[in-house]
């Protein structure tokens, strides 16, 4: 059964940078043609995409994220991976790793959530 | 592509039709808008996806319209396990955005 878990600190400190991980079980990531990414949920707020990941390592962002965000791809591990650099409060929030619900399309509906990670930023 | 999703929580009992909108600011391209469901502690789970295509194992009583702008998100009988947040997403731009969300509660 195809699942996504994310693991990673729960508490990063103001100016440091988040990272966090997407282990995918049930399909191999060097095999598998669809995209990969990363949502965020504010507590108690709406929910904002943060970019998406090939297994070639194409990337697409959020252009309100992209100066501070990456995303990569590890197939070996069978993992993709988010930093966020320069963390602010603002950036507390669930994250969730997700799948592109189409193969080869970076840009569609997401059809497969992990159960996600709060991230709390605070010193 | 700004999406306002109303009204912001609509009050229900079981058994009723539930009427979901979901407005972009521009228009949105070809069947590039999709629907979630959300459960307190869960993450959210995929409805509809190309405005009417209902995703795996989702009962019909969901079902989905609209183009252009306009945009919705019909529950044809509401049963008690409906009760939840419901989002709508487009993925018609380089940019992917999300509506604010509609709560659906119990009356």
């Known amino acids: 059964q195809l699942q996504l878990q994310e693991s990673g600190p729960g508490l990063v400190k103001p100016s440091e940078t988040l990272s966090l991980t997407c282990a995918v079980s049930g399909v191999s990531l060097d095999l598998s043609g669809h995209y990969w990414g990363w949502i965020r949920q504010p507590p108690s707020k709406g929910l904002e995409w943060i970019g998406s990941?090939?297994?070639?390592?194409?990337?697409y962002y959020n252009p309100s994220l992209t100066s501070r965000v990456t995303i990569s791809v590890d197939t070996s591990k069978n993992q993709f991976s988010l930093n966020v650099t320069s963390v602010t409060a603002a950036d507390t929030a669930v994250y969730f790793c997700?799948?592109?619900?189409?193969?080869?399309?970076?840009?569609?509906?997401?059809?497969?959530w992990g159960q996600g990670r709060l991230v709390t930023v605070s010193s | 592509i700004v999406l306002t999703q109303s009204p912001g929580t609509l009050s229900l009992s079981p058994g009723e039709r539930a009427t979901l909108s979901c407005r972009a600011s521009?228009?949105?391209?070809?069947?590039?808008l999709a629907w979630y469901q959300q459960k307190p502690d869960q993450p959210p789970r995929l409805l509809i996806y190309g405005v009417s295509s209902r995703a795996t194992g989702i009962p019909d009583r969901f079902s989905g319209s609209g183009s252009g702008t306009d945009f919705t998100l019909t529950i044809s009988r509401l049963e008690p396990e409906d009760f939840a947040v419901y989002y709508c997403q487009q993925h018609g731009t380089s940019l992917l955005t999300f509506g604010g969300g509609t709560k659906v509660e119990i009356k």
């Open positions: 997700v799948r592109l619900g189409e193969e080869y399309q970076p840009l569609l509906h997401f059809d497969l």
């Open positions: 990941v090939y297994r070639s390592g194409a990337t």
């Open positions: 521009q228009s949105v391209a070809f069947r590039s």
